[in-house]
């Protein structure tokens, strides 16, 4: 593959969950950039401050202040991310966050702790259907 | 009621006499009225008939005078002679003419003579005339050439009606070679007019002389006055008109008198028949008397007849007025004797059954009066009824205990006046509206509203009020039966409440739950994943590695038994009996302070206690684990500031002990105020920490009847409250201030129930 490494962004306020997450991607070899914050509001202030613009978050739903769902909505409000691939990672399984982050146009929910293989297969989804592919190519 | 009956009498007799005597009068005027016209008719006709027969005379005697005359004048001797004297007069002619007159004279007459047509006098029997010449004038003479003509009458000095009669003297070629002059008395005459006979003690006949100026000379004597003249025109008229009839006239005395006249033209004489009217109509007045005396003596026999009647109708009237006026006793008709079968007996009897029932119907709604009375009186509603306008008109006992209104009070108010509703329109017309809509069908459902009312001293009363209608001739009515659930509507407030803090609750478990679970799991998938990482890291050989992720996975378990720990810790706050006692909370602070030096120290935080704090009734042990928190909160999450510093202090407000931890750190957002007070819930990930401090402030605070809250502006320092209510009944604020020595701010006398005491 010649395409270039994807930038990952991290929005995860447990320590150990985040290490756990970069450990994974870093053995992933199409990822290049891994940044984390820790809640959403550094996430916004990255974005709208910053010309940073990842080709996939990774967002925890259970974040302190605001939760995923309110980071998702002002995610999605911004011009800058409203088109940004999401991946919503949790740790409570249920039908109600799927249903509920399908209206944010998320790529996929992912129940934690996410396999390296999990993650893997996500990163070759989004380079294969992703719309922009012409743009790394 | 005596005036009535007094005019009903009169009335009966005016009644009586109208019927009875106007009509008798009447008939007495129409047959005297009738009575005098057919006398006056009867003593015309015999007037007239009176009149005819003298007349009648007259002609008759004027036609005998004319024969003689003729006889006279028809002897040939007498012709013979005149002719002969008037060729030759001698006197030997002259004594035979008069010898013949002589002869003729035996006929009755005064005086014969024989003329020359010019009135010469040839021979008389009354030799006196042969000097004077007759007193003819010449157109009488002229006339008695042709036929026998009258010359005036006349009184002679006997004061006998006499007559100068002219006739001629024909030969035998009939032609006139001279007169014959009669004078004559009409003996007759007086007679006639001396005949009374039909013409009763006041009637007479009148022979006139006709002048030629239109007075009426009488000839005869008359039988009441001499030698009268007068005028009277409507004699005059009788006279000369066609038909002989009666006429009413003045006579020449001046009385009224009935009269018939008539006149002959022989003797150019007219006959009047007269009497008096006054004795013409005596029988018509002697009837109108009689008349008069009956109808008097009809009249009183009738108003005596009327009188009586109507007394023996008004009597018994009376008796049934007085019964009826009576009949509130109501066996006043037992007393009447109702036995007569006249018409008042009847309506008597009537009357009387009729009380009879009246009575019975009176009973009967007596007792439908004292049931309804009974029903209104204790009735558990309150009852009240309005007109069509919405006015009062009936307000049971239970509407005044309900509303504090008195019937008198509110009978003929607008409804919305005393029943005035706690917000909103007035809804009572609106209800009555529906209720018209609705209709009266018996069986089915009133139509129902509820309402709070503010009574009269201002109080609210919860009711349920049902209303119905009915119609009352053109008017309806309405009733509306007000049942005061004010218990029942403060349940179900008090269950809605509950339930909204039950639903409240729910939620908040709910929440709990999945916040508990994902915070517990949290570890979890720090340990499941590490291992996985461990074992990829045993496959690489990558032994470097691997001892982090096992330090990882350890304090992962930890973490997760320090959780479990401080769950256990939260939920056991509510289930372990709390022992109450009057704690001195600047005591508690030092020592706590004392017990938290370290930390305090290394934070490098300036905790300052303020003095004259309230004292706090609370668990000891609680207290201090609320405080705990508190401090361990502010130095986690307060203290970061340049010079921080946490102020520590307490005040009596609203009937609580309220105690404060002011931080100078950044602040909190409001939207995280309820937030940071639920379990599990952090601001911030970085500072370690469990999320469960401030829900364990919350929790006891809650189990002690007070509360927990902070305040906070972004940037500018954070305060948290907790608030202790005093005991239930502690309402001594001089103790408190006799404790502290200060005055209680704002104290109130507490309403907040004491919990968990033992």
């Not at chain 2, 403060?490 to 939620?507: G, Q, T």
Request: hydrophobic share 40%.
């Amino acid at each position: 593959m010649n395409s270039p490494p994807v930038s990952v962004l991290v929005v995860e306020d447990d320590e150990d969950h985040a290490v756990l997450i970069e450990k994974q991607l870093s053995r992933i070899a199409v990822v290049g950039d891994i940044q984390r914050v820790v809640n959403g509001d550094d996430a916004i202030s990255l974005f709208s401050q910053t010309q940073y613009k990842p080709d996939l978050i990774l967002l925890d739903l259970n974040l302190p202040r605001y939760s995923g769902y309110e980071v998702l909505a002002a995610l999605r409000a911004e011009e800058a991310t409203s088109r940004t691939p999401v991946v919503v990672v949790t740790s409570s399984p249920n039908d109600d966050h799927a249903e509920r982050a399908k209206q944010y146009n998320v790529m996929d929910v992912v129940v934690k702790p996410a396999t390296g293989e999990r993650i893997a297969e996500i990163l070759h989804e989004l380079r294969s259907t992703r719309p922009e592919q012409e743009e790394w190519s | 009621m005596e005036n009535n009956e007094l005019r009903l009498s009169h009335k009966f007799t005016l009644a009586f006499i109208a019927a009875g005597i106007l009509p008798l009068l009447a008939m007495a005027l129409l047959a005297f009225d009738f009575s005098r016209r057919a006398i006056g008719d009867q003593v015309a006709g015999q007037l007239v008939g009176v009149a005819r027969v003298q007349t009648n005379r007259i002609q008759l005697l004027s036609r005998l005078k004319r024969d003689q005359m003729r006889l006279i004048s028809s002897r040939t001797q007498l012709r013979s002679l005149f002719v002969e004297w008037l060729s030759e007069p001698t006197d030997q002619a002259v004594a035979e003419m008069v010898q013949i007159l002589r002869d003729a004279r035996d006929e009755g007459a005064d005086q014969i003579s024989v003329l020359r047509t010019d009135g010469e006098v040839v021979a008389s029997t009354d030799e006196t005339w042969s000097e004077r010449g007759s007193p003819a004038d010449e157109a009488l003479l002229e006339r008695a050439q042709n036929q026998v003509v009258f010359g005036e009458l006349f009184l002679d000095a006997e004061q006998r009606i006499c007559v100068d009669m002219y006739g001629p003297l024909l030969d035998r070629s009939k032609q006139v070679i001279g007169l014959i002059w009669v004078r004559t008395p009409l003996r007759e005459l007086a007679s006639i007019a001396g005949d009374y006979t039909g013409l009763g003690a006041s009637g007479e006949t009148l022979l006139v002389k006709l002048q030629p100026e239109g007075t009426l000379t009488y000839l005869t004597p008359q039988r009441f006055e001499a030698d009268s003249t007068g005028r009277n025109d409507s004699l005059l008229a009788a006279m000369r008109g066609d038909r002989l009839k009666a006429i009413e006239t003045i006579d020449y005395r001046g009385e009224r008198v009935l009269a018939a006249a008539s006149y002959s033209e022989d003797l150019d004489l007219g006959v009047i028949v007269k009497i008096d009217r006054r004795e013409a109509l005596s029988p018509a007045n002697r009837f109108g008397q009689m008349a008069i005396w009956g109808v008097v003596f009809a009249s009183l026999s009738v108003v005596a007849v009327a009188l009586i009647l109507s007394g023996s109708i008004t009597r018994p009237l009376k008796q049934l007025t007085e019964a009826v006026d009576d009949f509130q006793d109501g066996d006043a008709f037992q007393q009447l004797d109702l036995s007569s079968q006249h018409e008042v007996g009847t309506l008597g009897r009537a009357l009387s059954s009729m009380a009879g029932r009246l009575a019975g119907t009176r009973r009967e709604l007596e007792k439908e009066s004292a049931f309804r009375r009974l029903v209104l009186d204790s009735a558990h509603d309150a009852i009240v009824s309005v007109n069509g306008d919405g006015r009062v008109k009936l307000w049971n006992p239970r509407a005044r205990t309900m509303f504090g209104w008195r019937e008198d009070e509110c009978l003929g108010r607008e409804l919305s006046e005393v029943l005035k509703v706690d917000d909103g329109e007035s809804p009572w017309h609106a209800l009555l509206r529906e209720v018209n809509a609705a209709g009266s069908a018996s069986g089915e459902p009133l139509p129902r509203q509820e309402h709070r009312i503010r009574r009269r001293d201002g109080s609210a009363v919860d009711v349920q009020v049902a209303a119905s209608s009915m119609r009352v001739e053109t008017q309806t009515e309405y009733c509306l039966f007000i049942q005061e659930v004010t218990k029942q509507k403060d349940a179900e407030r008090r269950l809605k409440r509950l339930n909204a803090e039950l639903k409240a609750k729910n939620e908040e478990i709910q929440q709990l739950v999945y916040t508990v679970s994902h915070d517990l799991k949290s570890p979890l998938v720090t340990c499941k994943g590490f291992i996985g990482v461990l074992r990829d890291d045993l496959e690489r050989e990558a032994y470097d590695e691997m001892l982090d992720s096992m330090d990882r996975i350890l304090r992962a378990a930890h973490r997760m038994d320090r959780l479990i720990d401080d769950l256990l810790n939260i939920s056991r706050i509510g289930t372990i009996p709390i022992s109450h006692e009057w704690i001195e909370a600047g005591e508690l602070f030092r020592t706590l302070v004392d017990d938290w030096q370290m930390q305090i120290e290394n934070a490098k935080v300036e905790v300052t206690i303020a003095e004259d704090m309230p004292r706090l009734w609370a668990d000891r042990v609680q207290a201090m684990t609320v405080f705990e928190n508190l401090l361990a909160n502010a130095l986690k999450h307060g203290a970061k500031g340049e010079q921080p510093i946490i102020g520590v202090g307490g005040v009596e407000i609203d009937g609580e002990a309220r105690f404060y931890f002011a931080d100078n750190g950044p602040g909190i957002a409001p939207e995280f105020h309820d937030k940071i007070f639920r379990l599990f819930q952090r601001l911030d990930s970085v500072v370690p920490g469990s999320g469960v401090g401030l829900a364990a402030v919350t929790r006891i605070m809650e189990v002690h009847g007070g509360h927990a809250w902070v305040e906070s502006v972004l940037g500018q320092g954070a305060t948290f409250w907790v608030a202790f209510p005093r005991p239930a009944g502690d309402n001594n604020e001089q103790l408190e201030d006799e404790a502290h020595g200060k005055s209680a701010t704002g104290a109130r006398e507490t309403t907040s129930p004491s919990r968990g005491v033992p």
